[in-house]
C-alpha cells in the first residue's frame, strides 16, 4: 500500500507544477518551482534515495534556483507582455498533453504485466574493480555503493558530456549577462 505521505508529497509537486505556469510573475514562478523540487525530494527519500532527494534540494532547491532567481532578477522582468495565442500554436499546445497523457495512462494500465528489475547480483560484478578501491570492498560486503558508482560513472564513462554541459551553461549565464547589459545601456540613454 502507498503512504499517504508519498500522496502529499505528489500534491506539492503537482501544485507546484501549475503555479509555475500559471503564475504571471517570474519570481513567484521561481519559488513554486521551489515547491516542486521540494515535493520531489520528498517522493525520492520515500523511496530510499536519500543521496538523490538531497541532491535535489541542495542542487536544484538551492543552487540552480538561486541562480535563476538571479538572472530573472538581472533582466528585470517587470511587466510580462501579453501573448497572444493563434490557432495552430493552441491547438499543438492542447494536443501534447493528450498524447502525453494518452501514453501515461498506456502505461499505467500495463504496469502489472510488465517485467520486474533484475536482483543485484554482487558477487559477479565485484571483481571489475580493483582491491583497493572502495567500490569494491563495499561490493564484497553486499553493499551497494550508489555515490561511489554514480561518481565513476560520471566522470569516466560520461566525462566530455558532463564539460559539454559545463560549457553550456556558462555560456547561458554569459548571454544572460549580456542581455540584461544592453537593456540597461538603453534604459540610461
Same mark, same amino acid.
Given at each position: 500500500m502507498i503512504s499517504p505521505i508519498f500522496y502529499i508529497f505528489a500534491a506539492m509537486m503537482i *501544485?507546484?507544477?501549475l503555479m @509555475? @505556469? $500559471?503564475l504571471r510573475n517570474p519570481v513567484s514562478s521561481a519559488l513554486a518551482m @521551489? +515547491?516542486?523540487f521540494l515535493g520531489l525530494a520528498g517522493i525520492f527519500t520515500g523511496l530510499n534515495a536519500y543521496l538523490v532527494g =538531497?541532491? %535535489? =534540494? +541542495? @542542487?536544484y532547491a538551492g543552487a540552480i534556483m538561486v541562480l535563476f532567481i538571479f538572472i530573472i532578477m538581472l533582466l528585470d522582468l517587470k511587466k510580462e507582455e501579453k501573448i497572444h495565442h493563434n490557432g495552430l500554436v493552441l491547438f499543438i499546445g492542447i494536443l501534447l498533453p493528450s498524447v502525453f497523457m494518452l %501514453? +501515461? *495512462?498506456g502505461v499505467l494500465m500495463t504496469e502489472q504485466t510488465s /517485467?520486474? *528489475? /533484475?536482483? +543485484?547480483n554482487f558477487t559477479e560484478t565485484v571483481d571489475d574493480y580493483p582491491e583497493e578501491s572502495i567500490i569494491h570492498k563495499k561490493l564484497k560486503t553486499e553493499r551497494l555503493p550508489d555515490v561511489h558508482l554514480i561518481g565513476q560513472k560520471l566522470y569516466k564513462d560520461y566525462n566530455?558530456? $558532463?564539460q559539454v554541459i559545463a560549457v553550456l551553461l556558462l555560456s547561458a549565464t554569459v548571454g544572460c549577462v549580456t542581455l540584461s547589459k544592453k537593456t540597461s545601456n538603453k534604459s540610461s540613454d
Open positions: *501544485a507546484g507544477g @509555475v @505556469v $500559471l @521551489v +515547491l516542486s =538531497i541532491l %535535489q =534540494i +541542495l @542542487v %501514453q +501515461l *495512462a /517485467p520486474t *528489475a /533484475p536482483e +543485484l566530455f558530456p $558532463l
